[in-house]
T-cell receptor, first 117, second 108 residues
Framework: GAVVSQHPSWVICKSGTSVKIECRSLDFQATTMFWYRQFPKQSLMLMAT?????????EQGVEKDKFLINHASLTLSTLTVTSAHPEDSSFYIC?????????????FGQGTRLTVV | GQQVMQIPQYQHVQEGEDFTTYCNSSTTLSNIQWYKQRPGGHPVFLIQ?????EVKKQKRLTFQFGEAKKNSSLHITATQTTDVGTYFC????????FGTGTSLTVIP
């Protein structure tokens, strides 16, 4: 299957700093990428949908200014957690799909475990 | 917003017993996908269902998409310890949402 690479796989940062997470589709072009957040023993909560060359669409309750998403190319989307706080500690995972819509499966990155101290 | 619920939330079975998880959406879905996530891992795609009433099988796993395209089920026959993990359905409606997941524990 297709490969989506997410980096870093884990990060520890101080409260108040910003953290950038990268999501790359290695062998296909992803016009749409999704960013999810997962707390322990819970489901993946969609944070935002990222479309190449346009602004991300955020889910209700997700702060746009805190979770900055940039989808600058067809193979790269980034999520920046700005002014991180301990409550932002979570597992963040991206997924990418070939094409815009349609019947295509989603390929997931390995996830990033963020710990804010 | 769109809601995709799964039941049960947790399931413990003896090895060899069957297991079923049910997925229900508040809205009609154009397709539904199933994923498995092992502890500490990321979701891995299992299968996609597109047609109303569709049934697909993968060895001991049987997937079904409801006639109204608002519900789906995953059935595992004769569970094995390798089946341990959380099973998520994911539906494509306006966006791509995951169900609440069912965590399966298989007791040897």
């Amino acid at each position: 299957g297709a490969v989506v690479s997410q980096h870093p796989s884990w990060v520890i940062c101080k409260s108040g700093t910003s953290v950038k997470i990268e999501c790359r589709s290695l062998d296909f072009q992803a016009t749409t990428m999704f960013w999810y957040r997962q707390f322990p023993k819970q489901s993946l909560m969609l944070m935002a949908t990222s479309n190449e060359g346009s602004k991300a669409t955020y889910e209700q309750g997700v702060e746009k200014d805190k979770f900055l998403i940039n989808h600058a190319s067809l193979t790269l989307s980034t999520l920046t957690v700005t002014s991180a706080h301990p409550e932002d500690s979570s597992f963040y995972i991206c997924s990418a799909r070939r094409g815009v819509w349609g019947n295509t499966e989603a390929f997931f990155g390995q996830g990033t475990r963020l710990t804010v101290v | 917003g769109q809601q995709v619920m799964q039941i049960p939330q947790y399931q413990h079975v003896q090895e060899g017993e069957d297991f079923t998880t049910y997925c229900n959406s508040s809205t009609t879905l154009s397709n539904i996908q199933w994923y498995k996530q092992r502890p500490g891992g990321h979701p891995v795609f299992l299968i996609q269902l597109v047609k109303s009433g569709e049934v697909k099988k993968q060895k001991r796993l049987t997937f079904q998409f409801g006639e109204a395209k608002k519900n789906s089920s995953l059935h595992i026959t004769a569970t094995q310890t390798t089946d341990v993990g959380t099973y998520f359905c994911a539906g494509l409606g306006n966006q791509f949402y995951f169900g609440t997941g069912t965590s399966l524990t298989v007791i040897p």
